[in-house]
């Protein structure tokens, strides 16, 4: 269902792949209440207390996991994009960062847009032009027949097949239970305590093998962004070719050779790395390569994964210490390179700014399964089951997480002991949010349900 | 054409359930209305089950009752045994049923409607219906032909009725009476299309012949609980109904000549309603269930006709006859009437509005089994909506829309208008999503000021109303602010229930919360508790309670509201906007919604195909 302005929504803002910076936008009445939940302003002031068009710096927490640093910019209604009470984070880009932001504002109280939606509610609150509604109506069918194509590809797939498993095991106890209310002088079977919470527990081991998977899946199924980085002539594009297998990026002795990002997509134990190889990063006159070293600095920022490369035979310089403090908080691996030779780099100070750290010879073939275990841990994939359902994005991620809670709340209104009623409200609730996912009503689902299963009379 | 016989503001066919609350509401709301009846002696009859309310049946008696309509105050004065229902099952869902005297039934409801004011009650089979300027048209057998402003077809299992008992099969309505042989073909005149339902009903069996000795008594509730928010207490329960079960034998009877049921033999082609099957499509569909219990309910007082509940069935007299004596204390049973099988006609009610009015003939109403839907209860209901929304129209105020936040009656009518129907629609709780919220015990709060301000609350009812609402406030105050020191005989009590004991004073309010306590709980350590009625303690408790549960609901109300509340208005053709899917411009065209909610529970109306109306209205607005 549509909500017309009454719920308070969040989306990252900023297209995946451009721009260094990712912003989350938060649009609605409870905009900056959201907003004060994830980000903790280093001079201790709420955001709740600043004027519009007003920015202030400071952290963003997953409750007390401190995720990114970031910007918030304030906007007060009507004077913003939406017409609305809007906060903008500016985080760092990339899309494992923007995503674990965008969750804890999840977390914190705002629901996914919708297709289209800020422009949508831009538009209903006066902010947009009759022309440019024409506009926005096709972005939305456009949006709509794409989440059409979703819908369908989700249905035919292994989730929606999971989610009805569960969704239809939540749907029979449903059902027994509205058979049961409903038809109090037929004798249909009291539903035990002990077997509802078992029912429900299972549900919600379901729900959570799904939740867990969502992050490892990705990186199975879709991949992840990797960029193989380091100062010039490090080895990096005879690790990319080691890795790809064939000869994929021109190789000389010549520092400053590749000049472009070579996109290549290689499986390296069960993850899915979608591999750039870049200009090497250093401080150049060479206006050609001065392109492709300011593009590198750009996707540091906002890719999934990091290969740090380093030559071992060297001691670190300014400009690998300088690579070091690039990575930040985006996952990364480091490579120390040519084991072969005598090694003089300090490897521990790499360790403190990446603790996944490898020594292999690129040019010997060695060390590649070393790597391939490090990316696994890093990626959280060794114990991924590929045949496993997957959740597709973060919308179906939250509905998933809605109906877990709601099935909390089954829990324990049993445990404390209310009526069946307030189970059954709770219930409907979690089989509500998995039927999203397919588009089908709880109600009617329910009550065919109880009319196939049970000999019911009036 | 006939004779000129009158002119009426509306004019109501049918005087069953759902007749007799749209004559009333009507009349009562000043339109000069006429009500007709094909038999006078039928008027408020109750041809099959001998009861009035029942899981989720009971809220709708408790919401036309909170109204001001008739059915729950007629129940009460007719009452025989009374009980609610679900006690025990949570709040959300207790429900009363009454067993009543059908006669009695009958004739204080046809009395009421004779001594009602601007009412005429009439005998007079309706042939014809005609839309003659912006007035109908109807005629009677008797070529007598009246005017009206709105006419409620409310004709119930009346309409081209077709009685089935296994090879035999013959036109009547129920209870034998003769059925609306002209009507059905006057109404598909008008380009309004029909479709065929069936229903069902069990024998009648001689009291005296029951051999009781061995079976299950069920008695009722002590003291019994009054439908009505009139009455102010009902007496003693006055009979006991029994149980009995089928068992092998009658299954392998009824399976043995299942070829010659009507139905499976493929001579009904009407749908019948899920919820109510006959016993033979109890035993084949559930062939696994060994037994299925049946009820023995007395008819009335000066009857001795017992209703066999839960045996309808459409087989040949000698088979019923078998069947019923393999049962527990029917082996000699004399059957006085026989069980049959009642086919009829009905509307697709997506040709309706929320205000039960066809969407394309202004001024006519559909009501009750005309609609698709089945049982008095869910008819009455219907029936007073529709009396209701005529009368209004007529005098030119706003149609009354009850939503589905705000009543089973809203809920009921949304689903019919909306979703339609495939076989005939019986309420239950599990069809709305704000149950706990549509209480039973709470119709009144919910419903009674909107009755008022229809003008259907009389001054007395709503000072005894304002009143009740007044107690309820101060007692949740006093829940709030009394605090009760602790005390070994508060501990003591807290033990025995099972739940942590207090080491300094607690509120009231906290200890009623608890689900294992409540206001019997703790009447011995809350010793100055006023002395009201039970009903506000029940409503309060509740509440308090389930506090967590109502507001999540109230949550929900009101993100639906906001689409209820944007309005589509009239004479759109959905095909001239590009912007929605083919799917969506077809169902949006023929249910015709009146709102964005409404189109939004249309299967087939994608939550996509919603964002463009919404863009589609505003962009509208600005024009």
């Known amino acids: 269902m549509i909500v017309l302005s009454s719920s308070t929504i969040a989306a990252i803002s900023t297209a995946q792949g451009a721009g260094g910076i990712g912003v989350i936008r938060i649009s609605g009445d409870k905009a900056l209440t959201v907003a004060d939940r994830v ?109 059409a194509r979703a819908a369908l590809s989700c249905k035919e797939g292994g989730l929606s097949k999971k989610t009805d498993e569960i969704c239809s095991a939540l749907i029979d106890t449903s059902a027994h239970i509205s058979a049961w209310v409903d038809f109090p002088e037929e004798d249909v079977p009291e539903l035990e305590n002990g077997r509802l919470i078992s029912d429900f527990n299972s549900a919600r081991a379901a729900l959570n093998a799904l939740i867990s998977d969502y992050d490892a899946g990705k990186a199975v199924t879709q991949g992840i962004d990797t960029l193989i980085v380091g100062k010039p002539n490090v080895g990096k594009s005879t690790l990319m070719n080691l890795l790809s297998g064939c000869e994929r990026s021109i190789v000389t002795d010549i520092p400053g050779t590749t000049r472009d990002i070579i996109e290549e997509t290689v499986n390296i134990g069960n993850v899915i790395l979608r591999l750039s190889d870049t200009a090497g990063l250093r401080e150049t006159d060479n206006i050609v390569e001065k392109i492709g070293v300011e593009r590198t600095r750009k996707r540091l920022e906002e890719c999934g994964l990091i290969i ?105 209104a049993i445990e404390e002991g209310f009526g069946l009623d307030a189970v059954a409200v709770a219930l409907n609730d979690a089989i509500d949010s998995l039927l999203e996912l397919t588009g089908k009503n709880a109600a009617d689902t329910v009550i065919d349900t109880v009319f196939e299963t049970f000999c019911v009379g009036k | 054409m006939g004779y000129e016989a009158g002119k009426y503001d509306v004019a109501v066919i049918g005087a069953g359930h759902a007749g007799i609350e749209a004559g009333l509401a009507a009349a009562r709301l000043g339109c000069r209305t006429a009500v007709f009846t094909i038999n006078m002696d039928a008027v408020g009859n109750c041809p099959c089950n001998p009861s009035i309310g029942g899981t989720a049946k009971g809220h709708l008696v408790r919401e036309i009752d909170a109204l001001g309509g008739e059915m729950g105050k007629t129940a009460d004065e007719c009452f025989l045994q009374m009980r609610m229902l679900n006690r025990g099952k949570g709040p959300a869902v207790h429900s009363l049923r009454a067993q009543i005297d059908r006669r009695k039934y009958s004739t204080v409801m046809k009395h009421k409607l004779e001594l009602q004011k601007n009412l005429d009650l009439r005998q007079a089979e309706i042939v014809s219906i005609e839309k003659s300027g912006d007035k109908w048209l109807l005629e009677t057998r008797m070529n007598a032909v009246f005017e009206c402003a709105a006419v409620i077809v409310a004709t119930g299992t009346f309409l081209g009725g077709k009685i089935y008992v296994g090879d035999v099969s013959f036109e009547s309505g129920p209870d034998g009476i003769f059925p609306a042989s002209y009507l059905g073909e006057s109404i598909r005149r008008l380009g309004i299309e029909t479709r065929r339902f069936k ?258 609350i009389s001054d007395e009812r709503w000072r005894k109303f304002n009143e009740k609402q007044e107690l309820k406030r101060n007692e949740y105050k006093r829940l709030r602010q009394t605090v009760v020191p602790p005390s070994e005989e508060l501990n003591d009590i807290l033990v025995s229930r099972e739940t942590s004991t207090v080491s300094t004073g607690i509120r009231l309010i906290e200890l009623i919360k608890r689900p294992q306590l409540g206001y019997e709980a703790l009447k011995a350590i809350d010793k100055d508790r006023p002395e009201i009625d039970s009903n506000i303690f029940e409503q309060v408790e509740i509440e308090v309670k389930y506090e967590g549960y109502i507001k999540r609901q109230e949550a929900q109300i009101e993100q639906m509201r906001r689409l209820e509340g944007r309005s589509l208005p009239k004479g759109i053709d959905y095909g001239e906007i590009s912007g929605l899917r083919l799917e969506a411009q077809e169902k949006l065209n023929k249910i015709k919604p009146q709102n964005l909610g409404q189109a939004s529970r249309i299967s087939g109306v994608s939550p996509a195909d919603i964002s463009v109306l919404v863009i589609w209205l505003s962009q509208r607005k600005k024009d």
Do not use: W
């Open chain 1, 308 to 412: 740090a490369v380093f030559d071992g035979s060297k001691p670190l310089d300014r400009e690998d210490m300088e690579l070091l403090e690039l990575v930040g908080g985006t996952p990364a691996v480091a490579v120390v390179n040519k084991s072969d030779k005598e090694q003089l780099a300090d490897v521990e100070t790499i360790r403190k700014y990446i603790p996944s750290l490898i020594e292999i010879s690129a040019k010997n073939g060695e060390g590649l399964t070393l790597l391939a275990e490090n990316v696994e841990k890093i990626c959280e994939t060794q114990n991924f089951n590929p045949s496993a359902p997957l959740i597709a994005n973060e919308r179906q991620l939250f509905r998933i997480k809605t109906a877990r809670s709601a099935i909390d709340e089954c829990i324990s």
């Open chain 1, 39 to 147: 980000f903790k302003g280093v001079n201790g002031r709420s955001l709740s207390e600043y004027k519009g068009y007003t920015a202030g710096f400071g952290h963003i927490y997953d409750e007390n996991e401190r995720i990114d640093e970031a910007v918030a910019l304030v906007f007060r209604a009507p004077h913003s994009y939406t017409g609305e009470d809007v906060v903008e984070l500016s985080c760092h880009g990339g899309v494992y960062i923007t995503k674990q932001v965008l969750r804890a504002v999840f977390s914190a109280g705002a629901v996914p847009a919708e297709a289209g939606e800020f422009t949508k509610r831009a538009f209903l609150n006066g902010k947009l032009d009759l022309t440019e509604a024409e506009a926005v109506m096709n972005i939305i069918s456009a949006q709509s027949r794409s989440a």
């Open chain 2, 199 to 456: 229903t069902g009903t069990p024998a009648r069996v001689l009291k005296s012949s029951i051999d009781f000795s061995q079976l299950e008594v069920q008695r009722g509730d002590k003291p019994p609980v009054p439908f009505s928010y009139d009455t102010d207490s009902l007496g003693e329960n006055k009979v006991v109904c029994h149980i009995s079960y089928t068992n092998e034998r009658t299954k392998d009877i009824i399976l043995k000549n299942i070829h010659r049921s009507p139905l499976y033999g493929g001579k009904i082609e009407g749908v019948g309603p899920r919820y109510c099957p006959s016993i033979e499509d109890k035993i084949v569909r559930f062939a696994d269930k060994p037994r299925h219990q049946l009820f023995i309910e007395p008819c009335g007082l000066d009857t001795e006709e017992m209703y066999i509940q839960g045996m309808s069935s459409s087989l040949p007299e000698d088979v019923q006859l078998d069947f019923y004596h393999t049962i527990k204390g029917l082996e000699n049973a004399l059957i006085m009437r026989s069980a049959y099988a009642i086919e009829y006609d009905c509307i697709d009610p997506l040709q309706l509005d929320l205000t039960l009015e066809f969407a394309e003939f202004s001024g006519l109403y559909g009501a009750g089994q005309f609609n698709g839907s089945s049982g008095y209860e869910e008819a009455a209901a219907q029936g007073l909506i529709a009396g209701i929304n005529a009368a209004l129209k007529i005098q030119g105020r706003e149609p009354f829309i009850l939503d589905r936040a705000s009543s089973y009656i809203g809920t009921l009518i949304d689903d019919l208008v909306t979703k339609g129907v495939s076989d005939p629609y019986r309420m239950m709780t599990s069809r709305s999503e704000y149950r706990l919220i549509l209480r039973q015990d709470n119709a009144d709060t919910r419903l009674t000021p909107l009755g008022r301000e229809l003008g259907l």
